[in-house]
Each structure stands twice: as structure tokens, then as C-alpha cells.
């Protein structure tokens, strides 16, 4: 059983604020130690099940790879943090969400937001997804099932929804944006490492999540884009401008749009 394992940085117990990332600092330390100690406990999680091969592809650079389970590899973080970039096409049979926070306008969820603080939503051919869903549909694309989420209440309520029956951590509860009652981290890790074991032992009961294509991924920002910007997608046949502050990326399916997104000229391989 190989495993891949995505992480974000916002749903890690403790964590309610931006992103602290300075380089040789008490704050970035202290970040990393909390990060890489859940996504320790998934590793752990995942070998208890029975895998062979862990892999965890980073989504944020907050990741001690000193303290890293040694039994796992890990991709680091640098944008775009794509599929394509992290080798989602190595034959996994499971991927597993870790420090997962809710979709912009999630009033419970921690740090909420869609890729950036610009964005007021992004919708996938009529479907409104968070970052997480969004991941689901590209693993899917891959031909493997999302089989748990650790995060605020809000990241696990919202993959529930989508995904129907999927272990949840939660590590957090949301107030509002940046308030929140918190695991200590070690119960958090806890908790993490007995649900992603469960999810990988009841592997037969999920399927992939796939969003047919052609897929049109919409992304709406709060505030109208940039002229230059809207220039540069009228020269994109894969790029519909809807209005000033609505732009569709176009691709066969979620992961070539998702790319397109992020600005990168790729495509399927047929």
C-alpha cells in the first residue's frame, strides 16, 4: 500500500495565524515542530496499517525534515505546490490531508480561506470546494480515494459533505478567523495517528472522487483583478474572463485546470 500525504499549515493544532515562516527564528521553529509533529503521526498512522511507502508532498514550507519520520520521504514545498511538481502519478492507493483549514467565508473555520486571502471562492464545473476538495478531485484524477482529513471542525465538516463517510481529526474548534480552542499537540497527534490507521485499514470502503470532465475551475476574487493580469488571460485559449473579478481556467479534467491556475503551461498526458 503506497500513501501520499498533503499538508497545509492553517488546521495544525496551535496554529491561528498567517503563516509566521522566518527562517532561523523561535516563531519558525516552533511552527515547524508542530507541523511536522502531526504530519509525523500520520506516517505512523500509515505504517501501522500496513504501508509500504509513505510519501508527504508539502503544501506550506514549514517542515523540519530533521524531524521527519525516516520511514517517509518528503517533497518540500515551493510554488506552485501542483500535483505535477509532487509525483501524484506514482501509483498511490490512498491520500491523506493533514493541517487542512475551510473554504473562504467559512465563518467557524480557522485562518479560512482558497488558495489566497484574495479569493472569495472557487467553484469546480458548479461545485463550490475549499483547497481539500480540490485535492480530493485531483487524486481522483489520479484514480485514488481521499481517505481522511485532519484540521479545524470546519476542514473536517466541509470534506464530510463532500465526501460522505472519511476520518476526520479534528484538532481545533473555530471561533472565528483567528480564535480557536486547541488540542495540546501531543493528544492531537494522538488522534491523527489512530485515524489515518483506521482509514488505511477500511481502504476497500472509499472510491475516488472524480469531478467528470471537461472541467472548468472558476475562481472569483474579492477585488477585481489586475489590467495587466486580464491581459495576460486574454492571450490563454485555456482561460475564460467572466467579469473583472471571475476568470475560468479550463482542462480535460481538475488537474490540468488546477494548473492552469497556477499559471503553469501543462497538459494531460494523453
Known amino acids: 500500500m ?6 497545509d499549515l492553517e488546521g495544525v493544532s496551535g496554529i491561528i495565524d498567517w503563516d509566521a515562516h522566518e527562517t532561523g527564528t523561535g516563531k519558525d521553529q516552533w511552527q515547524r515542530e508542530l507541523m511536522t509533529g502531526e504530519v509525523n503521526a500520520a506516517i505512523a498512522g500509515a505504517f501501522d496499517a500496513g504501508a509500504e511507502r509513505v510519501k508527504v508532498a508539502e503544501g506550506h514550507n514549514a517542515i523540519d525534515i530533521l524531524q521527519l519520520d525516516r520511514r517517509a520521504t518528503l517533497v518540500p514545498a515551493v510554488y506552485p505546490a501542483a500535483p505535477p511538481y509532487q509525483g501524484w502519478d506514482e501509483g498511490f492507493d490512498a491520500l491523506i490531508q493533514i493541517g487542512k483549514h475551510s473554504m473562504a467565508g467559512t465563518l467557524d473555520g480557522v485562518l479560512a ?6 479569493v472569495e471562492y472557487v467553484e469546480i464545473n458548479g461545485i463550490r470546494v475549499g483547497e481539500s476538495g480540490t485535492e480530493c478531485a485531483q487524486a481522483g484524477d489520479f484514480g485514488f480515494p481521499t481517505v481522511m482529513i485532519s484540521g479545524d471542525v470546519a476542514a473536517c465538516r466541509e470534506l464530510e459533505e463532500l465526501l460522505g463517510d472519511i476520518e476526520t481529526a479534528p484538532v481545533k474548534k473555530g471561533y472565528d478567523c483567528h480564535h480557536a480552542e486547541c488540542m ?8 491523527i495517528r489512530e485515524k489515518a490507521r483506521t482509514a488505511l485499514e477500511r481502504l476497500e470502503d472509499f472510491a475516488p472522487f472524480v469531478i467528470p470532465g471537461p472541467v472548468q475551475l472558476v475562481q472569483r476574487l474579492k477585488k477585481a483583478y489586475g489590467e495587466e493580469q486580464l491581459a495576460r488571460f486574454a492571450d490563454n485559449p485555456h482561460v475564460e474572463v467572466m467579469d473583472e473579478r471571475t476568470v475560468a481556467f479550463k482542462g480535460v479534467n481538475t488537474v490540468e485546470a488546477f494548473a492552469r491556475r497556477c499559471g503553469l503551461d501543462y497538459t494531460w498526458p494523453k
Not at 184 to 191: D, G, I, S, T
Request: charged share 15%; proline share 5%.
Open 113 to 118: 480561506h482558497t488558495g489566497n486571502r484574495s
Open 184 to 191: 495540546h499537540p501531543l493528544a492531537a497527534r494522538e488522534l
Open 2 to 7: 503506497n500513501v501520499l500525504i498533503v499538508t
